[in-house]
């Protein structure tokens, strides 16, 4: 006996990005051939070889958490939670008319916390060697830590889990989401992935890898993912 499998279909969508922080302007954005590249702001690159990126601009955490509770979430869950409220609100999903049970996360990350691993390593160091990490640390920089941040939000208890393969993340996360659906083992899920990975140890990493551009004259015209 062959078993149907189920048809999947995109219901909601959010994004925040480079050339926009939410789907509409997003699209505008890229539709008119912009680009989010420019000099990098975060820290000082004068001992770089690569000075550009494409960083979020004017993201507001406390839009989408009370002050404290934004402290517990590295960036890239922060990102992660603003993109899956917007596409829950734009997929119209009231979840108290669903089975929960049913409803699952699937999020990608390649690079998970790395400013906060950054950042805590440096305060060891500069601390005497003195242990005296955040109690946050650690579940601020694991890679499936959106997945159940977005879980605990909406109260969902399907499926969840990351997905960790480098720069294809986002995508391998959501051909898993699509697959579990068709198969039956979920009603829907809430799929895609984030990175916040724009400071001295991810920059200086791809930097050494040989990754980066040095085209820094030109930072729009340096990476042109959609050019023909």
Not at 20 to 36: L, Q
Not at 69 to 88: H, N, P
Not at 121 to 140: D, H, L, M, Q, T
């Amino acid at each position: 006996m062959v078993r149907e499998l189920k048809r999947v279909v995109i219901t909601g969508m959010g994004a925040v990005t480079p050339t926009g922080n939410n789907v509409t302007e997003f699209w505008e954005n890229i539709s008119a051939g912009k680009s989010g590249v420019g000099l990098i702001t975060r820290f000082d690159t004068t001992h770089f070889k690569t000075k550009i990126a494409a960083e979020v601009k004017g993201f507001d955490p406390q839009i989408y958490f009370e002050k404290n509770e934004a402290r517990k979430y590295d960036l890239f869950t922060q990102y992660a939670v603003a993109a899956s409220d917007e596409a829950i609100q734009n997929a119209n999903l009231d979840f108290s008319r669903l089975n929960r049970n049913r409803i699952g996360v699937i999020w990608g990350s390649g690079n998970g916390g790395i400013h906060t691993f950054q950042e805590q390593v440096a305060e060891f160091v500069s601390g005497n060697r003195i242990p005296r990490f955040n109690p946050y640390f650690i579940p601020k920089i694991i890679a499936d830590i959106p997945s159940g941040v977005i879980s605990i939000r909406h109260g969902l208890r399907g499926l969840n889990f990351s997905v960790v393969s480098a720069c294809a993340s986002s995508n391998n996360a959501i051909i898993d989401a699509i697959t579990y659906i068709r198969l039956g083992k979920a009603d829907i899920i809430i799929s895609g992935g984030s990175e916040a990975p724009i400071n001295e140890s991810g920059v200086g990493g791809f930097i050494a890898s040989k990754a980066l551009s040095t085209n820094n004259a030109n930072p729009t015209g340096a990476s042109r993912p959609f050019d023909e």
